[in-house]
Nanobody, 122 residues
């Protein structure tokens, strides 16, 4: 069992920045790839970014490339999502998740955090 707890959501104006953190516990964090997803009301959960167990490989959805950076600190059992130049369409509940390998697919992830709300105002 892996437990994931996100923090760092909030209300921000368009053009602003947020840094999400996801603290993992319960298993060896460094053995998992980690991902971030988001879900707006009435919409499917959408892939945002993923990072391999070593932190050396990353994946991003096209809509956030250049604005978002995923990183991890295995010594702290934490994965981060730095979001810059935020847009209203970034408004969603954001979830971190753990997977065997980095992937864009929701079903590739075995463990999920509780989610944190991001609201970007225009």
């Amino acid at each position: 069992q892996v437990q994931l707890v996100e923090s760092g959501g909030g209300l921000v104006q368009a053009g602003g920045s947020l840094r999400h953190s996801c603290l993992a516990s319960g298993r060896t964090f460094s053995t998992y790839a980690m991902g971030w997803f988001r879900q707006a009301p009435g919409k499917e959960r959408e892939f945002v970014a993923a990072i391999g167990w070593s932190g050396r490989g990353t994946l991003y959805v096209d809509s956030v490339k250049g604005r978002v950076t995923i990183s991890r600190d295995n010594a702290k059992n934490t994965v981060y999502l730095q979001m810059n130049s935020l847009k209203p369409e970034d408004t969603a509940t954001y979830y971190c998740a753990a997977a065997l390998v980095p992937t864009r697919g929701v079903q590739g992830y075995d463990y999920w955090g509780q989610g944190t709300q991001v609201t970007v105002s225009s």
